[in-house]
């Protein structure tokens, strides 16, 4: 009786450590789920589609018409869009009130939350109850994956973690058990996750180079044990063929299913492919202006920095210092290091080396830093001994458990801002209400989910990568070029031409998309769109950089004297540095980095007056200096104390002004630029002469003047937005 309420107790305890780790994290992601829409961008891909598949009684649509218009894409309805579907027609049924856009912001949560039970699984059948907990806790918690899995922010990053957990979880124990039913369940759960999350083939793809890995490591730890070179081959041999046997079969199967539906599982292959592209660079090049895709100098201390920032104080210190000191005492004890220790580090090597090529894949690292941290404390309370210094070390690390914790909930109340500007809500809106159903919208991708999910419009790209063979004739290179040319351009008939070429497929050009797609491709994907609106909206500014590169503009910079006598000129962080130009950027030295055009946005850094009364306005950019001198009713613009700038527009009276100063008599050497002067003046932006006549300067800043083919129909402090005729 005793015993039983001894374990009983035990019971309560755990269950209710586990509710609590489950409340911490789901308690976090809630704080945005008063947001009126979905968050970001990526999320409302995801949004529309299960949406669209819930209309449809989920019957996936066979062809997206409103993504990569014209003809529009294969339709993507992987698992995730059928799960929120799924969450909603069950909450719908309980609570009839709620809407699509609630199950959009709730969705995220309710992975999260389920989250903790793989991860506890998995900790537990590690290590124990201590280190599941642990696990849990750390792999909900962690700062790239609080970022990502917010109410709202419905990408696919929740489902990343559940099933990573769970695909883990379940391939370590058809290893153990090795029986049917531990097959079947671990092919289901590594199938889910690769329906859910294309990339999933990662956890199975990792565990399968464990065998090969298990090798090597069981030969270094016999010669390390037995101090000797000799090792007994047919020993490790045999210790391997029991996990040989399952890995191999659960691998076997998915390829096999892969095989069947191609569209939906895919194979190794492919997956191998797709990722080669990633970390050589030779994907779709619109990869190289992807800030989380950029390489990371971990021998840099912003580059530790970033990462530790993404996983984590705690893990972080678990991981590659504490699981480094478990190693060392087994090894030391010639405790035998089981298979799926090796797997964890495995996973953790290979993850890490994903993260030097870009801090997106600082997810997985996470991932497996909180298996191995979790690993690390059930092991501490396994073999420390409960004397003082044991108390000790337990005390520093439950210390190190609770900031992170703290961090954790600090950072959920600063993970907003995330939500659609109400700018973009108000131009949104409009369209939605005024536009043809059979229009195009077209500015740079980033937004087109955003447009797309919202308004119900077709878009001439967005954020779901489309190369050549899904994207026919134009695919999302050729388009973010073409959006490159006409944002940079200054003339309104290329961009025009550039526009009006996604209006329609040519005959041929429909023809061949019918060939490839087949019947999947319904009639309305060759027919002409009604209207084309475009957008010039503020956060393009920061972005020029990339629209210039794109669009095969160079600045020509080859020695810092070219640098200082072209301001408005900015690195794009490409992989090699271009004939001609001096290599810019993080990696200068290793020959990468090559300058475009863009504009430069000065910060009012002081105000005074010169010598002679004059009102002097100074402002900065990078440690660049631009000066704004005030002589009667002449406003006179200096960089650097040595060039000055011939053109300037301010506004007088909410009235727009515009200055030519080329003819000021000057001993400065003058530059044929122009400067946009804030209305308050607390700002500048510097538009060099390549750019400041481009079609972006002149749509955004100038609200289309003298451009006849487009037609201002909205405008707000950040939307511009044009009819194109």
């Known amino acids: 009786m005793g015993f039983e309420l001894k374990t009983i107790i035990s019971w309560l305890i755990t269950g209710s450590l586990l509710c609590i780790v489950i409340y911490i994290p789901v308690s976090i992601r809630m704080l945005t789920f008063g947001s009126k829409t979905i968050l970001d961008y990526d999320p409302w891909w995801f949004y529309r589609h299960s949406l669209e598949l819930y209309k449809n009684n989920f019957v996936s649509l066979k062809w997206d018409l409103l993504s ?64 599941g907990l642990a696990t849990a806790l750390f792999a909900t918690l962690t700062p790239t994956f609080i970022g990502v899995s917010m109410a709202g922010y419905g990408d696919t990053d929740a489902v990343v973690v559940f099933y990573s957990l769970f695909s883990a979880y379940t391939l370590i124990l058809a290893s153990t058990k090795r029986k049917i039913p531990y097959y079947i369940l671990a092919i289901i759960a590594n199938l889910l996750f690769i329906w859910n999350w294309y990339f999933g083939w990662y956890v199975i793809f990792f565990y399968t180079l464990l065998i ?48 069947i539906f191609p569209t939906e599982i895919g194979n190794i292959i492919d997956f191998i492919g797709i990722n080669l592209g990633f970390v050589s660079g030779r994907g779709l090049i619109v990869n190289v202006s992807v800030a989380e895709l950029q390489p990371i100098n971990i021998l840099t201390k912003e580059g530790f920095d970033l990462i530790a920032g993404r996983i984590g104080l705690a893990p972080t210190i678990f991981t590659l210092i504490g699981l480094l000191l478990l190693v060392v005492f087994k090894v030391y004890k010639k405790v035998k290091i089981h298979f799926a220790e090796i797997f964890l580090f495995l996973w953790a ?31 501490l309370v396994k073999y420390l001994k409960k004397n003082i210094i044991g108390i000790t070390v337990l005390g520093l690390v439950s210390m190190l458990i609770l900031m992170f914790v ?87 008939e290329e961009a025009l031409s550039l526009i009006t070429k996604y209006k329609q497929l040519n005959p041929e050009e429909c ?3 019918k060939r490839i797609f087949g019947d999947a491709v319904p009639e309305e994907a060759c027919e002409p769109v009604s209207e084309i609106y475009f957008i010039a909206s503020s956060d393009l500014i920061g972005k020029f950089t990339w629209m210039n590169y794109f669009g095969g503009y160079r600045a020509p910079i080859a020695s810092n004297y070219d640098f200082m006598r072209n301001p408005g000129v900015c690195c794009a962080a490409t992989p090699k540095t271009e004939p001609g130009q001096v290599s810019c950027g993080e990696f200068a030295n290793q020959g990468r980095g090559v300058w475009v055009w863009c504009p430069w946005i000065f910060s ?70 122009l400067i946009w002067l804030q209305p308050d003046f607390r700002s500048l932006i510097y538009f060099a002469p390549a750019i400041k006549d481009s079609m972006f300067t002149r749509l955004f800043f100038y609200d289309g003047e003298g451009l006849e083919h487009f037609e201002q129909v909205f405008s707000n402090s950040e939307i511009r937005l044009y009819r194109v005729k």
Request: glycine fraction near 8%.
């Open 406 to 492: 703290s961090n954790a909930v600090l950072y959920g109340y600063s993970a907003g801002g995330m939500e659609v500007s109400g700018n973009w809500i108000d131009a949104l809106d409009w369209l939605k209400e005024n536009a043809n159903k059979n229009s195009l919208v077209e500015t740079w991708w980033d937004p087109g989910h955003i447009i797309a999910g919202y308004t119900g419009l077709k878009v001439h790209a967005d954020g779901a990568h489309c190369g050549p063979a899904e994207c026919i004739p134009n695919n999302h290179d050729v388009r973010i070029q073409d959006m490159g040319k006409i944002m940079s351009t200054n003339d309104g």
């Open 68 to 131: 990569y218009f014209p003809p529009g894409r294969v339709a993507q309805m992987n698992g995730w869009t059928y799960t929120m579907a799924f969450f909603f027609k069950i909450f719908k049924s309980i609570i009839p009130s709620m809407s699509f856009v609630d199950i959009g912001k709730l969705a995220p949560v309710i992975m999260v939350g389920l989250s903790v039970i793989p991860g506890y699984l998995l900790g537990k059948l590690l290590s124990n109850k201590w280190g």
């Open 604 to 673: 009012l850094k002081d105000a005074k007056q010169d010598q002679e009364g004059n009102p002097v306005y100074v402002y900065d950019y990078a440690g660049l200096t631009m000066t704004l001198i005030q002589r009667d009713n002449l406003l006179i613009p200096v960089y650097n104390n040595q060039f000055m700038i011939n053109h300037l527009t301010f506004f007088y009276e909410g009235q727009q002004q515009n200055q030519d100063l080329s003819t000021l008599n000057t001993t400065l050497e003058k530059i044929d630029g």
């Open 212 to 259: 090969p890995f298990l090798f090597v490591f069981r030969i270094l730890e016999e010669i390390i044990h037995e101090r000797k070179l000799k090792v007994e081959l047919s020993k490790i041999i045999n210790e391997i063929k029991p996990l040989v046997i399952p890995t191999i079969v659960i691998f076997v199967v998915l390829n096999i299913i892969g095989i």
């Open 349 to 379: 090597l290979l993850t890490f080396y994903m993260i030097l090529h870009g801090v997106r894949f600082s997810l997985q690292f996470s991932i497996a830093a909180s298996i191995s941290a979790g690993y690390f404390i059930g092991n």
């Open 511 to 513: 023809q061949e998309v």
